[in-house]
């Protein structure tokens, strides 16, 4: 039966290159892939799913905390945001990106469509914010993910594994406060818990 994944890693640690190349050898075989993201915001460009390397693809669906997806045998259901699976034109693999960000609820909604549909669902996405609790998406595909995998990179500051996402305000790394602060420069780099907690090695 096909398995929902969640692969996930660190700030730059090549999610997003590693879903566009999954995308592009299936396409190579002439196989059909649906890519998903949540929806975030109305800034140009939202709907891309955009690789630091440079590569990029433009997002099929958009996902919103109440999507529903409409396969083959479910019940017609009403609601605002809906995705349909029920195309027979046979469909390879789902691909979504950013999945930290998606609702529990959704998570859900994609492990139904790798029971009903048979599709394996690759979910991308970081797995602590920058406090280092678990987003609410990365939450629930812990939970319920059949395969987890790491994908891993190397702290910024020296050569260890980064498990965590550092915020730095200013050049300065902070580990509490809120979500956005208006007025400074925000940056995120993976850091290994050393450099996170600014411990000596
Ligand atoms: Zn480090």
New binding site residues.
């Given amino acids: 039966m096909a398995k929902l994944y969640f692969r996930y890693g660190a700030m730059g640690s090549a999610k997003s290159l590693n879903l566009l190349a999954v995308a592009h050898n299936y396409q190579q075989q002439k196989k059909r892939v649906v890519l998903l993201k949540p929806h975030l915001d109305l800034r140009f460009g939202a709907d891309t799913i955009r690789s630091r390397a440079g590569l990029s693809m433009e997002a099929d669906h958009l996902l919103y905390p109440d999507t529903v997806f409409i396969y083959p045998g479910k019940q017609s259901v009403q609601g605002e945001h809906r995705v349909d699976f029920s195309n027979l034109e046979p469909l390879h693999c789902i691909l979504v990106d950013e999945a930290q960000f998606l609702s529990p609820f959704v998570i859900e909604e994609l492990q139904q469509l790798t029971i009903h549909c048979n599709v394996p669902v690759i979910c991308y996405g970081l797995k602590t914010n920058f406090k280092g609790y678990l987003f609410e998406g990365s939450k629930r595909l812990l939970e319920i993910a059949d395969t987890i995998e790491e994908i891993k990179t190397t ?1 910024y ?2 050569n ?1 594994k980064a498990t965590q996402n550092g915020k730095f305000l200013n050049g300065t790394p902070v580990i509490d406060g809120p979500e956005i602060e208006m007025g400074a420069e925000e940056r995120y780099l993976p ?2 818990k ?2 996170y907690l600014q411990k000596p090695l």
Avoid: K
């Fill in positions: 702290c500051f020296c260890r850091v290994c050393y450099c």
